[in-house]
T-cell receptor, first 111, second 114 residues
């Protein structure tokens, strides 16, 4: 099993749609989880951290399922400006404890 | 405050030459990462520093690649005898080494080997 795995997409949705991304991770001891967004030819930027109880920031909701070892990102009422690649990030406990990125899921929101 | 700073922002070099890329992390950040990204591809992990030591350098693609960090701050990534396949954007990121601390990225160095 890969350390961090995401559906590469692409996801093409109309404006206003709700879209959900999942990300699975292999290390059951992982404690830190994040979602980043990366625009074309730009560096990744932190979108939100993922907390055990789940958290929401406007139209974005992140959830953690420890039992099944996955995190999710839900985007409601999607905007054209949400078009980007979404990367999940998980820390690897027990070894070097580095943060590992998934390959990313590409989202295109269409008018 | 100042973010992660990388230099140069662009570098064009001839095949076979050596290049040195620099990263200035955010002050106080003990963890520092190097990644590279080819056009349309995902992030490729290269090396991770905790302070001045590198617990994980498993991503360095060959012995032509090396990196060091001094004073727990600035890091340099050196590529010797560059090849065309080394062309990519090289990204540096830093964070505090504690649970829940996210990475902050620099703008990257775009390396082109001709």
């Amino acid at each position: 099993r890969k350390e961090v795995e995401q559906d590469p997409g692409p996801f093409n949705v109309p404006e206003g749609a709700t879209v959900a991304f999942n990300c699975t991770y292999s290390n059951s001891a992982s404690q830190s989880f994040f979602w980043y967004r990366q625009d074309c030819r730009k560096e990744p930027k932190l979108l939100m951290s993922v907390y055990s109880s789940g958290n929401e920031d406007g139209r974005f909701t992140a959830q953690l399922n420890r039992a099944s070892q996955y995190i999710s990102l839900l985007i409601r009422d999607s905007k054209l400006s949400d078009s980007a690649t979404y990367l999940c990030v998980v820390n690897m406990r027990g070894g070097s404890e580095k943060l590992v990125f998934g390959k990313g899921t590409k989202l295109t929101v269409n008018p | 405050g100042a973010g992660v700073s990388q230099s140069p922002s662009n570098k064009v070099t001839e095949k076979g030459k050596d290049v040195e890329l620099r990263c200035d992390p955010i002050s106080g950040h003990t963890a520092l990462y190097w990644y590279r990204q080819s056009l349309g591809q995902g992030l490729e992990f290269l090396i991770y520093f905790q302070g001045n030591s590198a617990p994980d350098k498993s991503g360095l693609p060959s012995d032509r690649f090396s990196a060091e960090r001094t004073g727990g701050s600035v890091s340099t990534l050196t590529i010797q005898r560059t090849q065309q396949e080394d062309s990519a954007v090289y990204l540096c990121a830093s964070s505090f080494h504690r649970e829940g601390s996210p990475l902050h990225f620099g703008n990257g160095t775009r390396l082109t080997v001709t």
